[in-house]
């Protein structure tokens, strides 16, 4: 009977390490001065430079600052910096930092420990996943005779600099974080970092010492679900206060419910066909423009979006300024998509072969229906993430061999012009180096993108992005789909939640109205 | 007997070998970049080709494994690519939750599954037994997934009574383990209920019958022990596809375990805590297979004779 006696042993050993489940129920969502968010993926980094996620950015936005914010519409405002000068190249910049700052370690923030700060960014010995957009504009950091300035110089002049330094990756980190950062955040935020559970929740606590306006919220918490329908549960038993981008037949259920409002922020993503300029379709622009005369953009808005989102009429998002609308060309016209293909040589119809990731195959059904009526046949190859970003950064000759026609895509960075229109359509961006995935190359567009990068004049800038938009829309080479709106559900005693530009939410001036619920 | 069991475990060291190479291969294999999946879409190829450089993804295969292998002898399973943690470390802090759900799992499975079985096979083409051949079948063919979303929407958004998802207190575990035991709990029951009417038909229990032996005496002590080893094994078989359900289970109801560790290992290409995870699992499925062998040694009523 002896071996009967080890079960007890084990269960108490097992009761010893999961710990944390025999303590009291949490102090979840609905607390006072608490608030739970819900968002789809799980955090990459505490460090705000060594992740590209958005759902990071949006942890990470509560504890770290960066040396300007940026408003929904691209106004600029100091944060960590109350001041900036530039040369007249536009090539040299110089803030002036806000003074009796203090990091989360107590540290109080000078120029040496920003500078520290950007040329993490730099340093090609131990990269960053999150630094690729400063590499390409910043040369060095570096201190001045004062110690509260920081100077950059640029590589060339980059009228969107500011912007650039509003986005999660350039936020100011302390020197003296080190490797820690990775799983320990240390910046300037509202809120510091308390604990980060694998798999679990990023829980965050007011920063008692906070240079600004101090939240009026004590405590945040993160938790994530990759299921919808899991959301949307976690949203109405009040596991969660907040979720972050909700699908929209999700959100439409949600509408008329009085205990919960929806957030529509229409800076959402572009989405796109990226057609192979090699293979035989993407070759002849009737062909192309065919494809454009059989979607029905509206349609696919209506049915897939809820009409949260619009039909794409650029290759940039409506809420840039730079926007010019095409509309109403091209429209939906199967016969003309029909008879662009006879005159192409393809009387009977093509057959167009398309990458697309898991979760967007909703849409690229939809398509599949649609394009049929074109005499398109679309033949869908679903491919889980990692797969997916491996063959739609194939180069020409990996894309014929797995014999891809297109690949379908979003970008959501749409707000500085040369963040969208250059990967996607330079001709150096071409893949594997950029996400130019079929291979579009226009020495004319090329040259207007490197132009309206560094045009200071904002009205010659606004020219310049016209004449690409028109260039782009003229050859062709993609099915631009729609824009989707990112839709944020919340409890109805939320308030003072931003989406910012690059997507993050932004919960520093949320506050919960103690209101029971109905 | 002992023989058997003693080879067996000097075997182990040369299976872990094997699969530590075979997992090693494959995972590499993986289409898709952990560099690529780290620094995104957004990312430029001079990014994406200094952070694979920096992960060591860049050296001759074989080097890496040879690095893989002489950690993983010590103990050390390598550098987690997403969180920058221990693999070990990463393992240690979710494998409990997932023993956890699995022993609960099974502890619910047993309590169905044999009872149930017994019963449809004392009274067997019964009512009871109709039912609850009906039921495993049933059970069997639900998917997880569905199922837990089932449970999900009636216990609490509807009723309100259980945690949604999460492990903060004991009532988080219920959900999952009635999950994971749905598979387990049928197989169990249909093996109790096929290996009790196999051993009832012997002559040894007409033998019984025929001395006036009561039915629930001749079934508990009579016929039971010797229709439970066939029912051990199938557990210990049955195990790999249980740790396979637990990373749908675990995925749905955000339970911490090695299945949610593993799920997101595989999104991210995170190839260390791939592999480490895959060496636990098949230690894990190894090791139960061994001890329900050394278990059927002692219960088994004609090989403790032998």
Request: glycine share 8%.
């Amino acid at each position: 009977m002896h071996c009967h006696c080890r079960l007890p042993v084990l269960l108490t050993a097992l009761i010893a390490c999961t710990g944390a489940m025999a303590a009291p129920a949490h102090a979840g969502a609905g607390a006072a001065g608490a608030l739970t968010i819900m968002q789809p993926e799980p955090p990459r980094s505490m460090d705000p430079a060594d992740q590209m996620a958005t759902d990071t950015s949006s942890i990470l936005s509560a504890m770290y600052e960066g040396l300007v914010r940026a408003d929904a519409d691209r106004t600029i405002h100091p944060l960590l910096a109350v001041s900036w000068r530039h040369d007249p190249q536009g090539t040299t910049w110089d803030f002036v930092l806000r003074r009796n700052v203090k990091f989360h370690d107590g540290h109080t923030m000078t120029a040496a420990g920003v500078v520290h700060s950007f040329r993490r960014l730099l340093d090609m010995n131990a990269p960053l996943a999150g630094s690729s957009r400063f590499r390409a504009v910043v040369d060095t950091v570096t201190t001045t005779d004062d110690d509260m300035t920081v100077r950059f110089s640029l590589r060339r002049p980059y009228p969107d600099f500011l912007l650039l330094l509003s986005f999660s990756q350039a936020c100011v980190t302390s020197p003296y974080a080190g490797a820690s950062l990775a799983r320990h955040a240390d910046g300037t935020g509202p809120f510091r970092f308390d604990e980060w559970k694998s798999s679990e929740y990023v829980r965050q606590a007011r920063n008692p010492d906070y240079w600004g306006t101090p939240p009026d919220l004590a405590s945040v918490r993160w938790i994530w679900s990759a299921e919808p329908s899991v959301m949307d549960m976690a949203l109405h038993t009040g596991d969660t206060d907040i979720v972050g981008d909700l699908p929209a037949l999700y959100a439409r259920r949600m509408e008329s419910d009085p205990r919960f409002v929806i957030h529509d922020d229409p800076n959402g993503p572009l989405y796109w066909i990226a057609i192979n300029m090699d293979r035989h379709a993407g070759a002849d622009r009737r062909i192309r423009q065919a494809l454009n005369y059989a979607t029905d953009r509206q349609a696919l808005v209506h049915a897939l979006l809820r009409d949260r989102g619009q039909p794409a009429r650029s290759p940039l998002q409506p809420v840039s300024p730079y926007f010019v609308s095409y509309a109403p060309d091209p429209q939906y016209d199967p016969q003309r998509a029909r008879a662009l293909l006879a005159e192409a040589g393809s009387p009977s119809g093509i057959t167009f072969s398309l990458a697309v990731q898991d979760m967007d195959e909703p849409l690229a059904e939809a398509l599949q229906d649609m394009w049929k009526k074109s005499g398109i046949t679309l033949q869908i190859s679903r491919l889980e993430g990692g797969v997916y970003a491996s063959e739609a950064f194939a180069d020409p000759a990996q894309k014929a061999a797995l014999q891809l026609d297109g690949v379908l895509a979003s970008w959501s960075s749409g707000f500085i012009p040369d963040m969208q229109l250059r990967p996607l359509f330079h001709g150096a961006s071409a893949a594997p180096a950029g996400a130019n995935l079929g291979f579009f190359h226009d020495p004319g567009v090329d040259a207007l993108i490197n132009a309206g990068a560094v045009e200071p004049s904002e009205d010659k800038r606004k020219a310049i992005y016209a004449q690409i938009q028109e260039m782009i829309m003229h050859d062709a080479p993609a099915v631009l789909i729609y824009t989707r709106d990112t839709l944020v559900g919340m409890r109805a005693d939320i308030s003072g939640l931003v989406v910012r530009p690059d997507g993050a939410l932004d919960i520093t001036h949320v506050t919960r109205n103690r209101q029971p619920h109905p | 007997m002992n023989a058997r069991l003693i080879n067996r475990v000097l075997m182990l060291p040369v299976v872990m070998v094997v699969v530590s190479f075979a997992v090693f291969v494959a995972v590499r294999h993986l289409p898709g970049d952990p560099a690529r999946m780290l620094a995104g879409t957004a990312a430029t190829q001079d990014t994406v080709d200094a952070v694979h450089h920096s992960l060591g993804l860049d050296r001759p295969a074989l080097r890496q494994y040879g690095t893989f292998m002489r950690g993983a002898l010590v103990g050390d399973l390598g550098i987690s690519i997403e969180s920058r943690q221990p693999v070990g470390q990463e393992i240690a802090h979710h494998f409990p939750y997932t023993l956890l759900l699995g022993l609960s799992a099974y502890a619910l499975a047993l309590c169905f599954g044999i009872p149930g079985g017994l019963a449809a096979a004392m009274f067997e083409d019964g009512i009871w037994d109709r039912i609850f051949m009906g039921m495993t079948i049933v059970l069997a063919s639900v998917p997880n997934f569905w199922f837990a979303l089932l449970l999900m929407e009636l216990f609490s958004v509807r009723l309100g009574l259980l945690p949604l998802m999460g492990a903060h207190s004991w009532s988080s575990l219920l959900m999952p383990s009635l999950t994971l035991a749905l598979m387990p709990m049928a197989l169990i029951g249909r093996m109790t209920r096929a290996s009790m009417l196999a051993v009832l038909s012997r002559d040894y229990i007409r033998t019984a019958r025929a001395r006036g032996v009561g039915l629930m005496r001749l079934c508990l002590r009579h016929a039971l022990p010797n229709a439970l080893p066939p029912v051990v094994t199938v557990i210990g078989m049955n195990l790999g596809s249980v740790i396979g359900g637990a990373v749908v289970t675990e995925t749905v109801f955000g339970w911490p375990g090695l299945g949610h560790l593993m799920i997101e290992a595989v999104r991210w290409r995170d190839y260390p805590v791939i592999e480490g995870v895959t060496l636990v699992a098949v230690l894990s499925v190894i090791l139960v297979n061994l001890v329900a062998d050394i278990v059927i040694s002692r219960i088994d009523p004609q090989a403790r004779h032998s």
